[in-house]
Nanobody, 123 residues
Framework: QVQLVESGGGLVQAGGSLRLSCAAS????????MGWFRQAPGKEREFVAV????????YYADSVKGRFTISRDNAKNTVYLQLNSLEFDDTAVYYC????????????????WGQGTQVTVSS
């Protein structure tokens, strides 16, 4: 079993930055592909970014490409999502997710989920 705990969300003005963290326990994160997803009120959960097990490959949703950066520190069993140039439409609950297979952009493909952290961007 894998437990994921997100942190780092908050209220920020448009154009600002945040760094989200996802701490994993129960299994070494180096054996897991890690993804970030988000869900705004009234909308479906959507893919944000994914990083492969070694950290050598990343993939982003078009809406965040060039603004968000996913990274991982396998020694700390932690994955990060750096959010820069935040926009009002980035407001959502952000979820960390993990899967033992290769990268996937579909949220249904992930086995483990954190509880989510709220990101609110004021315009």
């Amino acid at each position: 079993q894998v437990q994921l705990v997100e942190s780092g969300g908050g209220l920020v003005q448009a154009g600002g930055s945040l760094r989200l963290s996802c701490a994993a326990s129960g299994r070494t994160v180096s054996s897991l592909t890690m993804g970030w997803f988000r869900q705004a009120p009234g909308k479906e959960r959507e893919f944000v970014a994914v990083i492969n097990k070694s950290g050598g490959s990343t993939y982003y949703a078009d809406s965040v490409k060039g603004r968000f950066t996913i990274s991982r520190d396998n020694a700390k069993n932690t994955v990060y999502l750096q959010l820069n140039s935040l926009e009002f439409d980035d407001t959502a609950v952000y979820y960390c997710a993990a899967r033992p297979f290769g990268p996937d952009t579909a949220w249904r493909g992930y086995n483990y989920w954190g509880q989510g952290t709220q990101v609110t961007v004021s315009s």
